[in-house]
């Protein structure tokens, strides 16, 4: 491949050889591993393979003081396309020149390392890891993706879930490979556990200019909350994301609290059915940023996954008043809840009495919070709440027919 920018390419090769002849008169060998790779129902896997990776980035803070990385720095801070490298969340206080050696100055180190077996020199080894990196610096787009491990739900296959992002199994090894500090960010027992085995995989094109990465915790943050509405099961994601950006290893970003939070309850499968549902609802939680009562309804009643009694209750009542209260009180919403999740008459008075316990300031059953969520997913697929409240007003006096449901409805086209 043709260079497309000769003066980075002097400037990266002169910080390699100059690495190769630092870390290469070390009286240290470089260590191997010796790993295993289970999964559930099978063999486990061992692999043993030098850890270059490791010792170079144990070596981070000595490369960086050399000279040769301060002039590759300054290459990369000159060319626009490399912009993107320097936003990248790589460390706990990344600076822009700490992000450009541990994004492209010590990938390009690693793998031209790892390409000769050691700190031998070879220059193939080195233009073929340069041209890889001018690829992703200099092509037409960019393929960006962030994966989290996710716990309290598993799926058999991949599973769309709408903005690009899907619930997959992990593959075996997936993280460590290009993320080595993986295995100590993981969820206990993930990998092991029949509802640890799926990660949520993220994947967006970036233009060739982009400067700043998606905001990859606030997409995992709405399609986790998404997942616990649709599935009502103990959903929770991270505690990390890792980013990727052409297959090259660009940051570690924490996910927000309360999706890496894992609430109390039985793990379930996700099905087509439910996924496709939560593929719909993540569509309309951006109908919360323009109606702050649904915000505030939908962030109560996440918060109440997370509580005990008597937080738990008044939670969940301030959540319903949010939703479908408006100017009239507790009571009108738990009236209208129960026309809008009530096909029946015996089913409505069932709802409604639940819910009358809860307007009055009683504590609910542990099943009585299923009813804000099963409320909170019909409101978000009818789109527009204020609507719907007026024709759930005009059902209860006898004006028009109650609206039909989002399951019913589904029902009904099956």
Request: charged fraction near 25%; hydrophobic fraction near 45%.
């Amino acid at each position: 491949m043709a260079v497309r920018s000769q003066t980075l390419q002097r400037a990266l090769r002169c910080f390699c050889l100059g690495a190769f002849n630092l870390l290469g008169s070390e009286q240290t060998e470089v260590p191997f591993a010796f790993e295993e790779h289970a999964a559930p129902g099978r063999p486990s896997l061992y692999e043993y393979r030098p850890l270059v990776r490791n010792f170079v980035e144990a070596r981070a803070d000595r490369l960086a003081r050399h000279e040769d990385a301060r002039i590759a720095i300054e290459e990369l801070r000159r060319e626009p396309a490399a912009a993107i490298f320097a936003r990248a969340h790589a460390g706990l206080k990344p600076t822009e020149d700490d992000a450009l050696l541990r994004t492209v100055l010590l990938p390009v180190l690693i793998k031209t390392a790892e390409a000769c077996g050691g700190f031998d020199w070879d220059d193939g080894a080195f233009d073929h890891a340069y041209a890889d990196f001018e690829r992703s610096l200099f092509g037409e787009g960019r393929a960006y993706a962030a994966v989290t491990p996710v716990v309290g739900i598993s799926a058999p296959l991949q599973l769309e879930l709408g903005r690009g992002i899907r619930l997959r199994p992990a593959a075996t090894g997936e993280l460590a490979a290009l993320w080595p500090e993986a295995r100590g960010l993981l969820p206990s027992g993930f990998g092991r556990e029949p509802d640890r085995l799926c990660v949520l995989e993220l994947e967006q094109a970036l233009a060739p200019r982009a400067v700043e990465p998606p905001d990859a915790p606030g997409e995992i943050g709405d399609i986790v909350t998404s997942l616990r509405l649709a599935t009502a099961a103990p959903v929770a994601a991270g505690p990390v994301l890792f980013e990727r950006l052409d297959w090259r290893p660009l940051g570690i970003r924490p996910v927000l609290p309360i999706s890496a939070s894992q609430p109390a309850g039985e793990a379930t499968r996700l099905d087509a059915f439910r996924a496709r549902l939560a593929s719909d609802l993540v569509d309309r939680l951006g109908a919360a940023d323009a109606d702050p009562e649904l915000g505030e309804a939908l962030d109560r009643w996440e918060l109440s996954l997370f509580q005990d009694e008597p937080f738990r209750s008044e939670q969940l009542r301030e959540s319903l008043a949010a939703l479908l209260g408006g100017t009239d009180g507790l009571w009108a919403a738990a009236l209208r809840a129960s026309l809008l999740l009530g096909e029946t008459p015996r089913e409505r008075a069932s709802v409604m009495e639940r819910l009358s316990r809860l307007a009055r300031g009683e504590r609910v059953g542990p099943d009585d919070g299923e009813l804000q969520r099963r409320a909170l997913v019909e409101v978000l697929m009818h789109d527009d709440r204020v609507s719907l409240v007026e024709a759930l007003d005009e059902s209860a006096l006898g004006l028009r027919p109650r609206p039909t449901g989002y399951f019913a409805a589904r029902a009904i086209a099956s």
